[in-house]
């Protein structure tokens, strides 16, 4: 650069420029390096949260999948449980008839004996 007392020097492990007085001491990160410094934390960061939220958003969508699964048997369900609802209410419906019948019977019986 200028001759006698600073120096500026490219640092590609930093990724910025180092300023030293001509004795080659005192270097002073510029503020862009400590910038790209913080770019640089951040890629990483979110790299490292990307590898993260992937398996997140693959596990949700299995937890959507599975979910849609058993709202299927859910619903074939429901119509099994209405199904033996009806069918319950057949089953009450009949003892009661058959309990009436068997009343009858009995009547009739009774009917004959005295006879």
Do not use: P
């Amino acid at each position: 650069m200028s001759s006698g007392r600073q120096r500026t020097t490219d640092n590609g492990h930093h990724g910025g420029f180092c300023h030293t007085d001509s004795a080659g001491t005192g270097c002073r990160w510029t503020a862009a390096s400590r910038v790209l410094d913080d770019f640089r934390t951040l890629e990483v960061l979110n790299v490292a949260a990307k590898e993260r939220y992937v398996g997140m958003g693959h596990s949700a969508q299995k937890l959507v999948s599975h979910t849609a699964i058993l709202q299927r048997g859910n619903d074939a369900l429901a119509v099994r449980i209405k199904q033996i609802g009806e069918l319950e209410s057949a089953i009450t419906q009949l003892e009661a008839l058959v309990k009436d019948l068997a009343g009858f019977t009995k009547r009739i019986l009774d009917t004959l004996k005295i006879s």
